[in-house]
């Protein structure tokens, strides 16, 4: 026998609300991979390389800021 219509709607509430629970006990890197998984198909493996290669980046331009900051205000 199929689910009624109410039954239904009562399972996509408790879906939706787990889900958002999940998303916010995720870590932002963690919820962006979920997200990038699900809604776009993107391979696991994909996400952690485009992510190891923002790191990278980042790190990188996070150590030229610094040592900037430190020559001025050694100066």
Do not use: N
């Given at each position: 026998?199929?689910?009624?219509?109410e039954?239904?709607?009562?399972?996509?509430?408790?879906?939706s609300?787990g889900?958002?629970?999940?998303?916010?006990?995720?870590?932002?890197?963690?919820?962006?991979?979920?997200?990038?998984h699900?809604a776009f198909?993107?391979?696991?493996?994909?996400i952690?390389?485009?992510?190891?290669?923002?790191?990278?980046?980042?790190?990188?331009?996070?150590?030229?800021r610094?040592?900037?900051?430190?020559?001025?205000?050694?100066?």
């Amino acid at each position: 026998m199929a689910p009624s219509a109410e039954e239904l709607a009562l399972r996509t509430s408790e879906m939706s609300y787990g889900v958002m629970l999940l998303l916010e006990r995720l870590k932002p890197d963690e919820r962006a991979a979920f997200v990038l998984h699900e809604a776009f198909e993107c391979d696991y493996a994909e996400i952690a390389k485009s992510f190891s290669a923002h790191r990278r980046r980042a790190g990188k331009s996070f150590t030229v800021r610094g040592a900037a900051c430190k020559r001025r205000t050694s100066q």
